[in-house]
T-cell receptor, first 112, second 115 residues
């Protein structure tokens, strides 16, 4: 119940493509869903986050889609660039807790 | 210095050595965390400190010993480690560890290799 399942494990797209990374959770107490971006040799950094009261959130080229009934959320990267090549982690957190449950990560490579 | 800084960035140690990892946050946050990052596994929460008090010890073996002397500094003392402890150890901080932690700010990590 505490897992967040992330797929795919790795992804290669051409520049300008729209990579999509999916995450699924089981615990309905989760109410905060962030995505973290990690470049090689760096720590993860918050990219975008969503709460379940909305179905979509956009920040620049990054969009989270949220399906509460299916308990799934996904990250879309519009007009992807080689500089977006990184590992992306989804996570979930519940009210009243500092604990984040992270997915296993997706290594994205955007070809020039 | 800004953000969260970790030292050393790389550490190689034998199974009988004793070493320490250091983390310092310059963000004025009240909570600090140690995470373990291994390939193809989720980030694994090890310890959480809130206002210098340990609030989480996530079933971590006693060969890992945390220390939080103040809200800006966090240490991870290592002794008699096993090769399977080789990983990237990430320190993070957040504004609080109470009702809602908020955004986690990570350091760049300490890459540990146990021979």
């Amino acid at each position: 119940q505490q897992q967040v399942k992330q797929s795919p494990q790795s992804l290669i797209v051409q520049k300008g493509g729209i990579p999509i990374i999916n995450c699924a959770y089981e615990n309905t107490a989760f109410d905060y869903f962030p995505w973290y971006q990690q470049f090689p040799g760096k720590g993860p950094a918050l990219l975008i986050a969503i709460r379940p009261d909305v179905s979509e959130k956009k920040e620049g080229r990054f969009t989270i889609s949220f399906n509460k009934s299916a308990k799934q959320f996904s990250l879309h990267i519009m007009d992807s660039q080689p500089g977006d090549s990184a590992t992306y982690f989804c996570a979930a957190s519940g009210a009243g807790t500092y604990k984040y449950i992270f997915g296993t990560g997706t290594r994205l490579k955007v070809l020039a | 210095e800004t953000g969260v800084t970790q030292t050393p960035r790389h550490l190689v140690m034998g199974m009988t050595n004793k070493k320490s990892l250091k983390c310092e946050q310059h963000l004025g946050h009240n909570a600090m965390y140690w995470y373990k990052q291994s390939a193809k596994k989720p980030l694994e929460l090890m310890f959480v400190y809130s206002l210098e008090e340990r609030v989480e010890n996530n079933s971590v073996p006693s060969r890992f010993s945390p220390e939080c002397p103040n809200s800006s500094h966090l240490f991870l003392h290592l002794h008699t480690l096993q090769p399977e402890d080789s990983a990237l150890y990430l320190c993070a901080s957040s504004q609080d560890a109470g009702v809602f932690a908020g955004e986690l700010f990570f350091g760049e990590g300490s890459r540990l290799t146990v021979l």
